[in-house]
DNA sequence: GCGCCCTGTTTGACATGTCAAGCAGACTGT
DNA sequence: ACAGTCTGCTTGACATGTCAAACAGGGCGC
């Protein structure tokens, strides 16, 4: 027999769902306002700027950002158009491609940074007091723990059989 | 000058953001693979499902699971070349169009809901004690009240001006 | 040094989502 | 009753994401 969700359980998962939904349409939509960037744009600019030299392989952002190298590529290229990055081939590896923030790229991060901290307080942050962020925290915590074994680093690529990879951990 | 996010809120943030990305992906995958469907179908065959009569007006629907009509208009289309809903013109009013489920949608959604609490109860909830839940539920409760508030039930068809639109709440 | 098979990336075809325009039924005032 | 406008939905063009195939360099065994 199914075990459906109890009362408190439901109100917990479709709160976060709801929670998922609208927080991330009103910060989507202050990002596009005040930046004239996607979230997408935020994820990739953002990481690289944090990575040494403002570059980054293009796999391993990728991975960084839980993207398919493919969609990363098609991503990159668009933002290369754009002037934000651009593609440098690495020399010690002939098949690597990184990519680099322009100074472009990069005003644009710092100053769309700001803006959306600002977002992130006014939306979030601000309103939940010092037990929630630590809740949080350890609802986080615990969630990922389990989902980073269910979903190894680099498992994407194995083709695993369902039945193997969904078996419930160990406990 | 811009008020960073301290380690704490940072953590929370970041927390949050990274249980967003990985239990989505995860949630998703589970739904492909046990029921062929995708997170976007899921929404639209449960909400339709609650609805008396197994039907629903587009627009409804539409704001039900904070869609733009036209991605729903577009979708319910393609679910409809799949079996799983048609669309129905109101008898009242001419210009509605009402999604209903068929047998098969009807059949669809109750086996998926079945195996998806499983996986929601798998990658979530089980991994939570009442503690977390509650705290959870409190802080969708906080936010949300602010978000709705930001953004009223209809706010997406009003032109509003951003610095209107994006004012803090008086608080 | 040459097949062979990896591995990292790109590409193209197709699925999905967005935006603005189009369209037809319903109100409203005269 | 009918012109003008509004409302609910559809459509088409385009942006973005996905999947599988293609591609090219690297590393290994011989």
Redesign the pocket.
């Known amino acids: 027999m199914t075990r459906w969700l109890t009362d408190d359980e439901m109100r917990a998962w479709l709160g976060y769902r709801r929670l998922r939904t609208l927080l991330d349409l009103q910060i989507t939509r202050d990002l596009?306002a005040d930046s004239g960037l996607?979230?997408?744009?935020y994820d990739v600019l953002s990481t690289v700027s944090d990575a040494p030299g403002h570059r980054m392989?293009?796999?391993?952002?990728?991975a960084e950002i839980k993207?398919?190298?493919?969609?990363?590529?098609?991503?990159?290229?668009?933002m290369g158009q754009r002037g934000l990055v651009t593609?440098d081939?690495?020399a010690?590896?002939?098949?690597?491609?990184?990519v680099v923030l322009t100074d472009e790229g990069w005003a644009t991060i710092q100053a769309a940074a700001k803006l959306h901290v600002a977002s992130v307080r006014r939306h979030f942050v601000d309103l939940l007091d010092p037990a929630d962020l630590a809740a949080l925290s350890t609802i986080a915590g615990k969630v990922l723990a389990h989902l980073e074994q269910v979903t190894p680093p680099d498992a994407a690529?194995r083709a695993t059989p369902r039945t193997e990879r969904d078996k419930p951990p160990a406990t």
Chains 1, 2 share one sequence.
């Open positions: 596009a996607s979230d997408a744009d392989r293009l796999g391993e952002l990728a993207w398919s190298v493919s969609r990363l590529s098609h991503h990159v290229s668009r593609r081939d690495c010690s590896d002939g098949r690597s491609a990184t690529r």
